[in-house]
């Protein structure tokens, strides 16, 4: 069963409700199998493609991950990219900003780990979490020391929404291509990983008392990725809602809107003037000799 991004893509100015959205499809895969030999073709195919995309050297891609906690973007990170080329891809994780970064707006510190021409970043979390836990704990805020007028009122989010637009709009322009994923996962699914955490040893550490008091403000959280959907998947930064409760299916998921994101860039080999195929035969020549 083939796999269509548009599906799980995001129309802008479409307004987001997440209850229309699964959290479950049908699964792509027929067996454990079949999911490994399928997601081996999209990882060789992916590794293919970034090569090119390195060796073109003009487009970049960022790659942008948001989610509920234990939602699977670690392991769909982990999973999908495994076949890439270090060199040509960046991970970045963003949690609690610095003492130096709050001395800065809010999109400084992301800015300065966007990817370099010809490769892959990855943000595992990012600039939205601006809009979303800052949303729903608004009391952060003041850790950021903005000045009051600035403050308040459903205008100060729209004014957020405003300067993350304009800036993916800036970097599609400078060749740097945004594809955004939101990892959506039921509430129950959460627990019952949750759980898993708390029941596996070699998982404890993955777990503390702040999960809790994150999933009891559960319905505060959809209210605002909600929102921020709505506000920020444009046709140049599309946001993806990926079903997340089958871990497996949504890696082949991500895995086709990847591919199809670089197979839209018109990437190419540098092309060799006269001169320079000249000189590689010269030196060819000199190499088929045993020199």
Request: proline letters at 4%.
């Amino acid at each position: 069963m083939s796999i269509s991004p548009k599906k799980f893509r995001v129309d802008e100015g479409k307004t987001v409700r997440l209850k229309q959205w699964p959290t479950k499809v049908r699964a792509f895969y027929k067996s454990a199998d079949d999911y490994a030999q399928q997601l081996a073709e999209h990882v060789k195919e992916l590794s293919e493609r970034q090569n090119l995309l390195y060796a073109d050297n003009r487009y970049s891609v960022l790659l942008i991950f948001q989610a509920m906690d234990a939602a699977g973007k670690d392991g769909a990170i982990k999973h999908v990219m495994s076949g890439v080329n270090p060199q040509g891809c960046q991970v970045y994780s963003f949690k609690h900003p610095s003492a130096e970064e709050l001395e800065h707006d809010f999109l400084w510190r992301t800015t300065r780990c966007l990817p370099e021409r010809g490769n892959i970043g990855i943000f595992n979390r990012s600039y939205y979490e601006e809009v979303l836990i800052v949303r729903v704990h608004p009391e952060i805020l003041k850790a950021q020391a903005l000045p009051e007028e600035l403050l308040g009122g459903e205008k100060f989010w729209e004014k957020r929404f405003a300067s993350i637009n304009h800036l993916e709009k800036h970097l599609h322009r400078n060749g740097t291509r945004v594809v955004k994923f939101f990892l959506h996962l039921s509430k129950e699914e959460q627990r019952r990983r949750f759980l898993s955490r708390i029941e596996k040893p070699e998982k404890n550490w993955k777990f503390s008392g702040l999960d809790i008091a994150e999933r009891a403000r559960w319905k505060d959280y959809m209210a605002a990725y909600e929102k921020c959907l709505s506000a920020t998947s444009t046709e140049h930064a599309p946001w993806f809602v990926v079903p997340a409760d089958d871990k497996l299916n949504a890696r082949l998921i991500i895995s086709s809107i990847v591919l199809e994101a670089l197979k839209e860039l018109k990437l190419r080999y540098p092309q060799l003037d006269a001169k320079r195929v000249k000189d590689l035969q010269s030196f060819r020549k000199v190499l088929a000799k045993g020199k």
